[in-house]
């Protein structure tokens, strides 16, 4: 699974009670697949600033980005 760089101006008013967490990017980590088409980033969760994972992401992204995970407790592997 692959997340897509989304920004939304006020996603607060659709994001109540569903699964769906908003993830800032802190770091570019590197690409990934087999032809470099995903990027790898570190990913810090607004609701909880403490906790960071790392996820594949399709498409441009940069750090600051806010990320909308639909599945928040999946990691990627860590590029070796």
């Known amino acids: 699974y692959l997340d897509r760089a989304v920004n ?11 699964g769906i967490k908003l993830a800032k ?3 570019i980590l590197g690409r990934t697949g087999s032809q470099g088409g995903c990027i790898q980033v570190r990913v810090e969760f ?3 600033t403490n906790r ?6 399709k498409g441009p ?6 990320l909308t995970l639909l599945e928040s407790e999946r990691e990627a ?3 070796r």
Request: aromatic share 4%.
């Open 8 to 18: 939304h101006a006020a996603p607060e008013i659709w994001i109540m009670d569903t």
């Open 25 to 27: 990017v802190t770091k």
């Open 46 to 48: 607004l609701d909880d």
């Open 52 to 57: 960071s994972i790392i996820r594949n992401v």
């Open 61 to 66: 992204v940069r750090e600051g980005d806010i």
């Open 77 to 79: 592997r860590r590029l």
